[in-house]
């Protein structure tokens, strides 16, 4: 499990470097009309293409932990049913043992 948080954790890390880049601070100095709109429709497809994948990036890490959960609930699963064999192989000896005693207590009298 640690080799995985640590591979999360470089996704993650290298995820927030893009993103913090992509981040588009808008300062218009001029004040003509024109240059401004075209500024602020650019920002806007900027800021939206950025949200998609911000969107896209939080979807994929939903699905990354989904799996994570899967492969830790199968194995706990999987110790879990090693467990109840062992307890059944030790209840199958324990029986046998008992039958065993009885069989010879009622055989040797």
């Known amino acids: 499990m640690g080799t995985a948080r640590n591979w999360f954790n470089t996704v993650r890390k290298k995820w927030i470097n893009k993103s913090q880049r992509d981040i588009t601070i808008?300062?218009?100095?001029?004040?003509?009309?024109?240059?401004?709109i075209i500024?602020?429709?650019?920002s806007a497809?900027?800021?939206?293409?950025?949200?998609?994948?911000?969107?896209r990036a939080l979807r994929s890490l939903v699905k990354l932990q989904a799996v994570?959960?899967?492969v830790y609930i199968r194995k706990q699963a999987q110790i879990a049913l090693q467990?109840?064999?062992?307890l059944v192989r030790l209840q199958v000896r324990v029986?046998?043992?008992?039958?065993?005693?009885?069989?010879?207590?009622?055989h040797h009298r």
């Open 26 to 36: 808008l300062h218009s100095p001029s004040h003509n009309s024109d240059i401004s």
């Open 39 to 42: 500024r602020d429709l650019d």
């Open 45 to 55: 497809a900027t800021s939206s293409r950025s949200a998609r994948r911000a969107s």
């Open 68 to 70: 994570g959960r899967g």
């Open 83 to 86: 467990c109840m064999h062992a």
């Open 95 to 106: 029986r046998a043992r008992q039958l065993l005693t009885t069989y010879s207590h009622h």
